[in-house]
Nanobody
Framework: EVQLVESGGGLVQPGGSLRLSCAAS????????MSWVRQAPGKGLEWVSG????????NSADSVKGRFTSSRDNAKNTLYLQMNNLKPEDTAVYYC??????????????WGQGTLVTVSS
């Protein structure tokens, strides 16, 4: 069974850091483009960051560029999102998701259950 399980969310003060993890099973995440997508309270889904399959090039949305970075550990089949200098507007449920291809962050076909990040003093 193809499955994604996120962890690492929690409450953090503005300016703080968190690292989210996404453990993949039933497939090899380095063979696919993997993404982090968030949903803030009362808002729609926002693609945040991702890492492509193979060589693992990364990209991030302008709203988080320079603060958030995607990475993966192939040996652990796990995806990570390092979040630095967090802001209250980063408060959201964060999902990891698997694409159909290894090169396109679209066509997200498998989603995790999400992990809540709250940025507040």
């Amino acid at each position: 069974e193809v499955q994604l399980v996120e962890s690492g969310g929690g409450l953090v003060q503005p300016g703080g850091s968190l690292r989210l993890s996404c453990a993949a099973s039933g497939f090899t995440c380095s063979n696919y483009a993997m993404s982090w997508v968030r949903q803030a309270p009362g808002k729609g889904l926002e693609w945040v960051s991702g890492i492509k399959g193979g060589g693992g090039s990364t990209n991030s949305a302008d709203s988080v560029k320079g603060r958030f970075t995607s990475s993966r550990d192939n040996a652990k089949n796990t995806l990570y999102l390092q979040m630095n200098n967090l802001k209250p507007e980063d408060t959201a449920v964060y999902y990891c998701a698997k694409s159909l291809t290894n090169w396109n962050f679209g066509f997200l076909e498998v989603w995790g259950q999400g992990t809540l990040v709250t940025v507040s003093s």
